[in-house]
């Protein structure tokens, strides 16, 4: 199936950009959906961006004009670039693979997480 796992959080300052990556393993990851998930202490989870196999790709109004999401096929990775980062941007946040399936409906993967902390 699909394995994956997040890196380049940190700590940076407002208005600082990180880059995040997700590493994906398994087979047939060029067909599947890839999202960007966050979840801030205390608070619900929230799909931050998509990326579909096809490369459309969707923001959540909080982020949209700051994040974009991108993945190369070939390296098998996705990636999600924040730029003008708030300190609300604060979480962990979790890729996500996940595909509609022909008599099985959804099936999805998650990353372990990687920090992301915005602040002074």
């Known amino acids: 199936q699909v394995q994956l796992v997040e890196s380049g959080g940190g700590l940076v300052q407002p208005g600082g950009s990180l880059r995040l990556s997700c590493a994906a393993s398994?087979?047939?990851?060029?067909?599947?959906?890839v999202g960007w998930y966050r979840q801030a202490p205390g608070k619900q989870r929230e799909l931050v961006a998509v990326?579909?196999?096809?490369?459309?790709?969707t923001y959540a109004d909080s982020v949209k004009g700051r994040f974009t999401i991108s993945r190369d096929n070939a390296k098998t990775m996705v990636y999600l670039q924040m730029n003008s980062l708030k300190a609300e941007d604060t979480a962990v946040y979790y890729c996500?693979?996940?595909?509609?399936?022909?008599?099985?409906?959804?099936?999805?993967?998650w990353g372990q997480g990687t920090q992301v902390t915005v602040s002074s």
């Open positions: 996500n693979a996940y595909s509609y399936i022909l008599g099985a409906g959804k099936v999805d993967y």
């Open positions: 990326i579909l196999s096809v490369g459309t790709t």
């Open positions: 398994g087979s047939l990851f060029s067909s599947y959906h």
